[in-house]
Each structure stands twice: as structure tokens, then as C-alpha cells.
């Protein structure tokens, strides 16, 4: 839209004005705010392009290890994750162990107001077994976590990377979660 008026295209609206009860002022007034809806229009559209979390999350291998847990075989496993501890989502489950294949691709929406440095990582044992966590009444026990650093906009980060497990003694280094990772703007309109 053209907000440039020729002279004639002025005297006519300031005509039409007058007849109305309106100023020149008026008149002035009415064009400067339609042309900074225009303007905040054009801001509007930059702001539309938001900031998106490509995260696959492949496999992961050593999680609840037979040689150091016999008592567990065969259970269900899913990944907690999540850049904002308030917006978690989990993987679908899968069983086996030590070695476990999800496959699994997302989008994450990231609002760049808050602190959006980091993914959580969670791995989580469901199901009972004697090894359950004494505390959980549905036999859930976290096997796995970790924090890892989000990539910028000029590549992509993917990996393996080291899980702690959380024991009776402090933590552990055991197993290693295998994903990857991507930035990219989601154009919202």
C-alpha cells in the first residue's frame, strides 16, 4: 500500500474532512497512524519468525547394564526431555537393556525470553523390579541424565553423549545417550 498522496489526492480527503467536522490536523493525525500500522505490521512479520528445536533422539547403550543389575531384564525405558522444566515431553517406551533404539524426531518451540540454553535429558526405567526406587509407588526410577548444550543457528550438534545416574553413594557415569540436534526459525504465518 502506497502511503505517498498526490496534492489533488490531499485537497480531496482534507475536503472530505472538513465536510465531516475534521482538521487538517485531523487528517495528518489519520495518516501518520496508518502508516505506523504499516510499520508495525513489518515488525509484526520479523517477530512471527520463531526459534525451533529439531531434536532426534537415536539410541542409547549401557542403561541398567546386566552385568552390574541382573535383577533387570526386559524392562521399559522412555526419554524425558526438555529445554523448559515446565514444558516436559517423553519419548515413546521401549523395552531391552543395556541398549535401546527410539528413533524419534521433534520440533520444540523456544521462547528467546526465557533461558533456552540447554536440553534435559532424562532416561527413566518404568515397570517393577526389585531394583525399583523405593520412593515411587508406580516403579519409574531414573537410570540416566544429562545436560547438553544447545547448538547456535550455524551448524548442527550431534552425538553421544555421557549419562549420571544418581546412587545410594552419589552419582555415576553409566551409559551414553546417542542424538542430534538443530536450530531453525519457524515461520508462523
Not at 498526490?6 to 480527503?13: A, I, M, N
Not at 501518520?32 to 505490521?41: A, C, G, T, W
Not at 524425558?80 to 527410539?102: C, H, I, K, R
Amino acid at each position: 500500500m502506497n502511503t505517498d498522496m498526490t496534492e489533488v489526492q490531499k485537497k480531496q480527503r482534507a475536503s472530505w474532512y472538513r465536510k465531516r467536522g475534521r482538521s487538517n490536523k485531523d487528517l495528518t493525525n489519520t495518516i501518520m497512524n496508518i502508516r505506523k500500522l504499516i510499520e508495525n505490521k513489518r515488525i509484526a512479520d520479523e517477530r512471527d519468525n520463531r526459534i525451533g528445536l529439531v531434536l532426534s533422539i537415536h539410541h542409547a547403550e549401557g542403561i541398567d547394564d546386566p552385568s552390574n543389575y541382573p535383577s533387570i531384564f526386559n524392562m521399559n525405558y522412555c526419554v524425558l526431555f526438555w529445554v523448559y522444566s515446565d514444558d516436559q515431553l517423553a519419548t515413546e517406551f521401549v523395552s531391552g537393556s543395556p541398549d535401546l533404539e527410539w528413533n524419534q524426531k521433534y520440533c520444540i518451540g523456544l521462547d528467546e525470553s526465557r533461558d533456552c540454553r540447554f536440553l534435559h535429558v532424562e532416561v527413566l526405567r518404568c515397570g517393577s523390579s526389585s531394583e525399583s526406587s523405593p520412593g515411587t509407588s508406580n516403579g519409574t526410577r531414573l537410570v540416566g541424565r544429562a545436560k547438553i548444550p544447545l547448538p547456535d543457528f550455524s551448524g548442527k550438534a550431534e552425538g553421544r553423549y555421557g549419562l549420571v545416574r544418581l546412587e545410594e553413594d552419589g552419582y555415576k557415569a553409566q551409559g551414553h545417550i546417542t542424538l542430534s540436534m538443530k536450530l531453525i526459525k519457524i515461520d508462523q504465518s
